[in-house]
């Protein structure tokens, strides 16, 4: 079973300030998505990275898949409040159904 | 507004109630999913059924029991629970099943176990 772990756990930072978090597996993703969580909402996906060295922007937001693909990180520039939220990385490839989720990092951007 | 709603958004039951979570998406997909999010665990996947059809049960107790009348429709029955089934449910549909397509989740519905 492939475990995906993400770091930090919980991040506090100013507005204005830039940040990264990470996503490593314990195995190769073929394929990997990342959600944002808003209180009381479900996850929205952001991107989805396959190709190993990969880098997708988004606005202020910056993913990286690594040339092993056996990690992610995403970068945010100039954090506003409206980035707070729950960010989770998921297994999107393999033939199976259905996700596999980190736990999260829970980001709180304080004006 | 994601297209996928759920109801209720909350519920609290005792452990020998009967209740039903419904979702209903709005976007014309086939696959629809149910997953458990639980304070310190990472989300969870329940049940997938694609074209109506149930391909995945990740190992679910039977107190939950899925039913899917149709494409756009998903409910999660629940029954006799424990407290450690209080969490967030949340539903999800994609265009087809395979987890390279994207998720269009539902806001969820809070569960209380008393």
């Known amino acids: 079973t492939q475990l995906l772990e993400q770091s930090p756990q919980f991040l506090s930072i100013q507005e204005g300030e830039n940040l990264t978090v990470y996503c490593n597996s314990s195995?190769?993703?073929?394929?990997l998505q990342w959600y944002r969580q808003e209180p009381g909402e479900g996850p929205v996906l952001l991107v989805t990275?396959?190709?190993?060295?990969e880098v997708k922007k988004l606005k202020r937001l910056t993913f990286q898949f690594g040339d092993a693909r056996k990690d992610s990180s995403l970068h945010i520039t100039a954090a506003q409040p409206g980035d707070t939220g729950l960010y989770l990385c998921a297994d999107s490839g393999g033939g199976a159904d259905g996700l596999t989720f980190g736990k999260g990092t829970h980001l709180i951007i304080q004006p | 507004e994601t297209g996928v709603t759920q109801t209720p958004r909350h519920l609290v039951m005792g452990m020998t109630n009967k209740k039903s979570l419904k979702c209903e998406q709005h976007l014309g997909h086939n696959a629809m999913y149910w997953y458990k999010q639980s304070a310190k665990k990472p989300l969870e996947l329940m049940f997938v059924y694609n074209f109506k059809e149930q391909t995945e049960n990740n190992s679910v107790p039977s107190r939950f029991s899925p039913e899917c009348p149709n494409s756009s429709h998903l409910f999660l029955h629940l029954h006799t629970l424990q407290p450690e089934d209080s969490a967030l449910y949340l539903c999800?549909?994609?265009?087809?099943?395979?987890?390279?397509?994207?998720?269009?989740f539902g806001p969820g519905t809070r569960l209380t176990v008393t």
């Open positions: 990275v396959v190709t190993g060295g």
């Open positions: 195995s190769v993703f073929s394929s």
């Open positions: 999800a549909s994609s265009p087809f099943g395979g987890r390279r397509h994207e998720q269009y």
